[in-house]
Each structure stands twice: as structure tokens, then as C-alpha cells.
């Protein structure tokens, strides 16, 4: 089973004007998951379910075995399958050229049919969603004043499905050469290299400003937009099959891209000595090292908000439910040196996901904020 790779990446799209639009988005790649390593288990119970919450190594045992964890992909999906029979059918091109009003229909129907299967809908959803704009703030590792920035800094975001956006980008039934050209981006921006619509992507930020007439992309709308892509509907899909799973993977892919609002190249001060102790305790090579701690930035409103989320659960029940969040997108044994492995330490290390596993002294904390 191939699984996807979540590493975010800054994407350029050039316009037959020359100019160009900046989105956040994570993208995938197509590698196996790491062997397990050699860790002393924590002792609790960990009935049936088929590995234990370890505590050395914190970080790579969220890669610990297979056990109740599928690496998600359309191109074994029914209803994924039958729609892209239906546009064959139809002669619509399903490479490349995605930029006409179909794509409005293709995106909210798979949208629809994935969020029915689990008893939900995006109108549903948009209540538990936009809770994240207020709770990030209050969650938020600092000061009064630097919760009051963070506030500050995403109270006018808008979170949608991509379904959600290209409706509201048709919604007068225009057909104008920058809503095709829009429409293009935002679903190859979900769409694994473009290729045969397999939505590999789980999310982005953009500014939502029209580049040519600096209007908004979409009026009415907040002025910072994050969109989740078809492909994070199926990751929760295909692991639990429940609300509960996928509002998890939401709340830690969309509060990563919540932070990018404020990430360390946006609001520097909220990040004391983060910054340093990445660049001393790491070491990335030097095309990659602003993007890295970028990312790694954007990864403390993530850890926060889900974390905030499973207040609650025992520490076993917080273990399964981060390896479910974290390990397909996360997981792999063929770069050990890779920005995703540094990730997943740097995550591990993090105090609050410490002591939510119940790892206090046995897991050293490094790099927090």
C-alpha cells in the first residue's frame, strides 16, 4: 500500500502575465514506512492493540509497525474509481488542463460521497472547523500579549474544503480567464504532480488576493484562506471510518497551516529560543534550512491544538490516535536523515506530547515552545 508523505513546500505558479501566486501547501511523495527500532515499551494496557506506547525514541515510535494503520490512496477508493470512470466516459482530460467549471462538480461530489459515508458534511463540519480559529489563540504556548498576536493574526481566516472554494469561486457562473486559472491551481495544489487526480496533497494557505486586480480571489471571504483537500477526507476514511478520526487529522493539518499566519518568518517573536535550538541541535542542508525551520514552526500550533483536542483520552488512547494522525504521512525508513524524520524527533520532544504520553523522565525534551 503506498501512503503519501506530508513535507510542505512553498509552491511558485507562473501566469501568462508573468506574475505569480504564493501558496503554503503540503505535498506528498510515495515511500515505505520505517522499520521498527529497538525501544523500551511503557508499561500499561495496551490490550489488542497491536503495539505498545514506547517512550525511547519518541518521535520514531509513532513509526512502530503496521498495526491499525493504512497508508491512504484513491486508486483503490469505489467511489473514487467510479467518478473517474464516469470522466473518462465523459472524454474530460484527467491530466493536466483542469481549469473549467466541471471541476466544481467533480471536487464537491467526491467531497460528498467520502464525508456521507462517514455521516457528515462539510456544512457540518464547518462549525467544528472554525473553532480552530478561536481555540489556536488560547492554546497558544506564550504570553497574554503573544496570544493576543496570534488572535489578532488569524481572526480573519477562512478554513473551506477545496469543493468549498471552487463553489464559492463559480458562484455567479462566471467564467473569466483568472477563475480558470485559479481553479487550475488550487486543484492541482491537491493533486499529486498533477497527475491523473489522485489528490495526494492534504492542505494549503494562500492569501486570498487576485493577483492581477488585487481584489479577493473570492469576495466575502476572510483575507488568509486554508483549504483541506479530498485526500484528507480519505486518510481519515480509510483508518477509522468515524467524525472522530477525521476531525482529528483536520485539527493538526489545518492548525499547521493556521500557524503559517504567524510561523516564524511571519511573527519571529512568538518563537523565543525555538529557532536557535533547531539550527544547533539539527542540521539541514543549507537550501532547506528556512524551509525547515518554517515548517517545524508551523508544527507547534499543530502539536498544540491536537493535543488540546485529546484532553481527556488515556495515554495509550492519545498514542493511537497520534500514530493514526501522524504515521501515514509521516513514516519512512529509506531517509533516515530526512527533514519528515527530523520532524517527527522534534515532535517527540515536545514537552506536552511528553507528558501527554505519560513519558515524563524517560524522554528528553529539546527545542520547544
Not at 503506498?2 to 507562473?14: E, M, P, Y
Not at 504556548?141 to 474544503?161: D, F, N
Not at 536557535?276 to 539541514?284: D, E, H, P, Q, R
Not at 514552526?297 to 485529546?310: E, K, N, P, Y
Request: net charge neutral; proline share 5%.
Amino acid at each position: 500500500m503506498r501512503f503519501f508523505l506530508a513535507i510542505f513546500i512553498t509552491l511558485h505558479v507562473q501566469s501568462s502575465l508573468a506574475e505569480s501566486v504564493t501558496i503554503e501547501a503540503a505535498f506528498g511523495d510515495s515511500l515505505g514506512l520505517s522499520e521498527s527500532v529497538a525501544a523500551t515499551p511503557l508499561t500499561s494496557p495496551t490490550q489488542d492493540t497491536g503495539y505498545d506506547l514506547r517512550c525511547d525514541g519518541l518521535g520514531t515510535a509513532f513509526c512502530q509497525g503496521q498495526a491499525g494503520i493504512k497508508f491512504y490512496s484513491f486508486e483503490d477508493d469505489p467511489t473514487f474509481l467510479k467518478m473517474k470512470a464516469e470522466l473518462v466516459a465523459r472524454n474530460v482530460p484527467l491530466v493536466g488542463g483542469v481549469k473549467d467549471r466541471y471541476a466544481v462538480e467533480y471536487v464537491s461530489r467526491l467531497e460528498g460521497e467520502l464525508l456521507n459515508r462517514i455521516g457528515t458534511t462539510t456544512g457540518k463540519l464547518k462549525a467544528d472547523l472554525d473553532k480552530l480559529l478561536t481555540r489556536l489563540p488560547e492554546v497558544w504556548p506564550g504570553t497574554p500579549e503573544e496570544k493576543g498576536l496570534v488572535r489578532a493574526a488569524v481572526a480573519k481566516a477562512s478554513i473551506l474544503s477545496l469543493g468549498e472554494l471552487l463553489t464559492a469561486l463559480w458562484k455567479d457562473g462566471e467564467a473569466e480567464n483568472f477563475i480558470k486559472f485559479y481553479t487550475k491551481m488550487f486543484v492541482s495544489t491537491c493533486n499529486k504532480e498533477n497527475g491523473p487526480a489522485v489528490f495526494s496533497y492534504n492542505a494549503f494557505k494562500l492569501d486570498n488576493v487576485n493577483f492581477i486586480t488585487k481584489a479577493p480571489i473570492v469576495p466575502g471571504l476572510g483575507d488568509k484562506l486554508v483549504i483541506y483537500c479530498p485526500a484528507v477526507i480519505l486518510s481519515a476514511h480509510q483508518n477509522s471510518n468515524d467524525l472522530t478520526q477525521l476531525l482529528d487529522v483536520l485539527t493538526f493539518v489545518l492548525g499547521h497551516e493556521l500557524t503559517h499566519i504567524v510561523d516564524v518568518t511571519q511573527k519571529p517573536q512568538l518563537y523565543g529560543q525555538f529557532p536557535a535550538c533547531i539550527k544547533k541541535s539539527y542540521t539541514f542542508p543549507l537550501s532547506e534550512a528556512a524551509l525547515s525551520l518554517k515548517e517545524l514552526s508551523a508544527d507547534v500550533g499543530g502539536i498544540h491544538l491536537i493535543l488540546d483536542r485529546f484532553k481527556g483520552r488515556t495515554h495509550v488512547d492519545t498514542y493511537q490516535s497520534l500514530r493514526k494522525v501522524l504515521a501515514p504521512f509521516l513514516c519512512l525508513n529509506k531517509l533516515p536523515q530526512s527533514f519528515s524524520r527530523k520532524r517527527l524527533d522534534v515532535f517527540g520532544r515536545n514537552p506536552e506530547v511528553i507528558k501527554a504520553l505519560g513519558c515524563q523522565g524517560k524522554t528528553v525534551p529539546l527545542c520547544h515552545q
